[in-house]
């Protein structure tokens, strides 16, 4: 497998979760520019009850795993690595031991890793 990676040189890493919609910012506070804005609710002290509120508004409706793919392999990328759950606790995918994921909790009900783990077989 090490042999693998060294041979395919450039990957995509995707670091997406429901932290995303905030794009860096909360009642008018910013994340400040070079942190990690996955790390909103600690650096800008977001009370957890509101943070996870924020899930039901978490609806990527235009995502296409197939489009991200294409664009993925069109880049000349040969693996994609996606974080599919966060120190938030929040699952991008469906998870049967707790229902703080975007199946469960959000208005988009779909499972975007299972998406994306079929147009990479495909």
Known sequence: RLKWFKESKFGII??????????????????PVGENAEWIMQKLKIPVFEYRKMAR??????FDAEEWVGLIKNAGAKYLVITAKHHDGFAMYHSEVDNYNIVDATP???????????????
């Open 14 to 31: 995707i670091h997406w979760g429901l932290y995303s919609q905030f794009a860096g910012e909360w009642e008018n506070r910013k994340v």
């Open 57 to 62: 508004e978490f609806n990527p409706v235009k």
């Open 108 to 122: 988009f009900k779909r499972d975007p890793m299972k998406e994306l783990a079929a147009a990479c077989r495909k």
